[in-house]
């Protein structure tokens, strides 16, 4: 049988003898290591909405969080291409045990970084070509001025 508590589980937040400035760097530190915005709150005690607050007023705090970004992004780049190019290690196991372990290499993450690191080389390409046979300079001005009422007049154009 399940039982229900009935007090919510909340996230430990509250850290009463760290100062602002050190739960800021606190929260920076943690989102230069895990681009998590949650995580870093939680480690330094704060809700999501105070961090959010001292982004807008606090123009030092701001440029840390942009930076601390670039950071965390840096950091999950490493992590992309060691799983693309280097590998992880799979065990292997027979008859319930390990006897060794196969590299594995993601052929995702390698076009992920191929596509990031030279776009006009491995992305994705689409295009739309579109042609219309606009006879505009055929036109005269009176039969440009009666086109444009028609348009306007069946709604595709406003004056």
Same mark, same amino acid.
């Given at each position: 049988?399940?039982?229900?508590?009935?007090? !919510?589980?909340?996230?430990?937040?509250?850290?009463?003898?760290?100062?602002?400035?050190?739960?800021?760097?606190?929260?920076?530190?943690?989102?230069?290591?895990?681009?998590?915005?949650?995580?870093?709150?939680?480690?330094?005690?704060?809700? !999501?909405?105070?961090?959010?607050?001292? !982004?807008?007023?606090?123009?030092?705090?701001?440029?840390?969080?942009?930076?601390?970004?670039?950071?965390?992004?840096?950091?999950?780049?490493?992590?992309?291409?060691?799983?693309?190019?280097?590998?992880?290690?799979?065990?292997?196991?027979?008859?319930?045990?390990?006897?060794?372990?196969?590299?594995?290499?993601?052929?995702?993450?390698?076009?992920?970084?191929?596509?990031? !690191?030279?776009?006009?080389?491995?992305?994705?390409?689409?295009?739309?070509?579109?042609?219309?046979?606009?006879?505009?300079?055929?036109?005269?001005?009176?039969?440009?001025?009666?086109?444009?009422?028609?348009?306007?007049?069946?709604?595709?154009?406003?004056?």
């Amino acid at each position: 049988m399940v039982t229900r508590s009935t007090t !919510r589980s909340t996230p430990k937040r509250k850290k009463p003898d760290l100062t602002t400035d050190e739960r800021k760097a606190l929260f920076l530190q943690s989102l230069a290591e895990t681009c998590q915005v949650s995580k870093s709150c939680d480690v330094a005690g704060v809700h !999501r909405t105070m961090a959010y607050k001292w !982004r807008q007023k606090d123009e030092a705090f701001a440029e840390g969080w942009l930076e601390a970004e670039q950071i965390g992004l840096t950091v999950m780049e490493d992590e992309a291409y060691r799983r693309a190019f280097v590998g992880t290690l799979k065990p292997v196991f027979y008859k319930g045990e390990k006897c060794g372990a196969v590299r594995e290499y993601s052929d995702a993450l390698t076009a992920l970084l191929l596509k990031a !690191r030279a776009p006009a080389k491995y992305r994705d390409n689409s295009s739309i070509n579109l042609q219309g046979n606009m006879l505009v300079g055929e036109m005269s001005d009176e039969e440009l001025r009666e086109e444009i009422a028609a348009l306007i007049a069946a709604g595709y154009l406003s004056k």
